[in-house]
């Protein structure tokens, strides 16, 4: 062989290369399985939610965020559910419409308003199963900072390689 030629790639074994394969495919199948069975309780509870409250489960929760904080505004609904304006206006107007919640204009801003709960609403949220924020946040709140940091940068790893929408983020799981 001369110098100027490629040298032929090594070689591994037939053993070697099937079984860490193996081990990297059972890792990645387990992975799976976990987001399967995350999203298949989070599904569960929202249906469970729609079926005992009789509306869906994010707006449930505006509702539970809206009776802890009589004369909440829009704005600051959709930081503590912590979706875009737009979402958390879109479930005020069907809260609105169904009257579980009045909209008063308190301000000089006539454009603001605070929301208050309504006894319609009040009865929802008996009938409604918790946590009223869903299984996953109620779940993630119960987990040390530690962890939540290290899950923070894996599932951003994991966000590039699937390259997926940013705006997305900001859509309630109970929507999807």
């Known amino acids: 062989m001369t110098s100027e030629q490629p040298k032929p790639p090594k070689r591994t074994t037939l053993k070697a290369a099937p079984q860490s394969l193996h081990l ?24 469970q939610v729609e079926k005992k409250a009789g509306i869906g489960g994010a707006q449930v929760w505006a509702l539970s965020a809206i ?3 009589p004369g909440l505004g829009v704005n600051d609904l959709s930081m503590a559910m912590d979706v875009h304006q737009t979402t958390a206006s879109n479930l005020v107007k ?7 919640i009045k909209a008063e204009k308190k301000s000089t801003d006539r454009r603001a308003v605070q929301l208050y709960i309504l006894p ?3 009865a929802v949220l008996k009938k409604a199963p918790g946590p009223f924020s869903g299984v996953l946040p109620e779940a993630l709140s119960q987990l040390d900072p530690k962890t939540l940091k290290r899950m923070e940068k894996d599932l951003r790893t994991l966000l590039l390689l699937v390259k997926t929408d940013t705006k997305a983020a900001k859509t309630p799981l109970a929507q999807i």
Do not use: C, I, M, P
């Open 94 to 100: 069907g809260l609105l419409q169904h009257e579980y």
């Open 24 to 47: 990297e495919q059972d890792a990645a199948a387990q992975v799976l399985r976990h987001f399967r069975s995350v999203f298949n309780a989070v599904r569960t509870h929202f249906q």
């Open 67 to 69: 009776q802890s904080q």
């Open 120 to 122: 319609a609403g009040k």
